[in-house]
């Protein structure tokens, strides 16, 4: 390959708060600029932007859904012509996917960001059409790049994707966050903390039921919000635990918040693959995880970095066994994610898998 440097633009539908959209941002900005002419397109409207971007072209359409952005996404591709293109989001990926069509010259990457078939449990609208041409647009693609092995997994049983179109590209642990034994804070009292939208698949539910059964001290803190707010803290008030919990809508000081807590609670029923758990561990608070497809035994190595439990019983269990005998040394809580995910070597990972493509 000659050394001229790979166009490469990054399509999502907003820079508003969540994973997808940092991860994608963050390796746009840190993908080897020797290499790479790196656009970020952004569907959404400039003034919803909550993440920074520095030394990256970056492109706002203004457009308040992602189908209304079809005919402006159409033309850049055509126009601009793109080495490689790559999305995150399931309905994004699904309208590149048919775009790709019309540009053959252009390598197309879908980033999925859930379990899908496990995912499907939890929607709420039927749509049989838009299911088809959904699940069709893996056919399109050049690479597919999934956050965790059970993401591959579901992809090759459930939906016949190609496996040689399939590659597994870990999140990178951003800048953000890190080991520092004097951000970290102490307390008399055992402290846990939870990090996720408030819908049902994160589960929220079942680790209310498990702290109103432990009977000692604790304080718990959740960041976050969604549609399930109202259930979940009525959940709360039922269980007479609303002096024992402190709810935090929204932040950008997730990494003080981490320091600040002694465990990191998961109980989601499917993950992608949880960028607050990787960074809850990076700067040394271990997790208490229900078991669920989307990573967490890749993240969890089980009494180093946390623990894996399988039912509210034996969460209760490993409650009362954290609280009376702590068993994490922070700086090896963090080591245990850090020599994997570190940006490092995810960053690499990608820009192998660019290069590969135009090899």
């Known amino acids: 390959m000659n050394n001229k440097k790979i166009n490469i633009t990054f399509i999502l539908p907003s820079l508003a708060a969540g994973g997808a959209e940092r991860v994608m941002s963050f390796v746009a900005q840190n993908i080897d600029k020797s290499k790479f002419n790196t656009t970020l397109l952004v569907t959404d409207f400039e003034k919803n932007a909550v993440y920074k971007i520095d030394n990256v072209n970056t492109i706002f359409l203004n457009k308040n859904r992602v189908l209304k952005a079809i005919p402006a996404l159409f033309k850049y591709i055509i126009k601009q012509k793109p080495d490689i293109v790559i999305s995150a989001i399931g309905h994004l990926n699904t309208v590149m996917a048919y775009i790709s069509v019309f540009a053959p010259k252009t390598k197309f990457i879908s980033r999925e960001v859930n379990i899908l078939s496990v995912l499907e449990n939890y929607s ?3 749509n049989p059409i838009g299911s088809y041409i959904s699940k069709r647009r893996f056919n399109y693609f050049d690479k597919i790049v999934c956050q965790s092995l059970d993401m591959k997994a579901d992809l090759l049983s459930n939906y016949n994707v190609n496996e040689n179109k399939l590659v597994v590209v870990n999140n990178p642990i951003t800048d953000n966050f890190y080991y520092d034994e ?3 804070t102490k307390s008399n009292t055992i402290r846990f903390i939870t990090v996720a939208r408030l819908k049902k698949q994160k589960g929220h539910e079942r680790i209310i039921q498990a702290l109103k059964k432990i009977d000692f001290p604790f304080h718990y803190t959740i960041i976050g919000d969604g549609p399930e707010r109202d259930t979940i803290f ?7 635990l609303t002096d024992n919990i402190t709810h935090v809508k929204s932040t950008t000081e997730v990494y003080k918040y981490l320091n600040e807590n002694d ?9 992608g693959f949880p960028n607050a ?7 040394g608070t271990p997790i208490l995880a229900f078991n669920a497809p989307g990573g967490i035994n890749e993240i969890i190595e089980e009494g180093t970095n946390g623990f894996i439990v399988d039912n509210e019983n034996d969460f209760i269990n490993r409650l009362n066994e954290i609280n009376k005998n702590y068993p994490f040394k922070p700086e090896k809580v963090s080591d245990c994610v850090m020599k994997k995910y570190s940006k490092e070597i995810i960053i690499k990972k990608y820009e192998d898998v660019f290069l590969s493509l135009m090899n």
Do not use: G
């Open 263 to 271: 465990v990191y609670l998961q109980a989601a029923y499917i993950e």
């Open 234 to 240: 009525n959940l709360v008030k039922e269980a007479n």
């Open 182 to 184: 004097s951000a970290r």
């Open 277 to 283: 758990v990787i960074e809850s561990s990076a700067v």
């Open 124 to 126: 709420t609208k039927s």
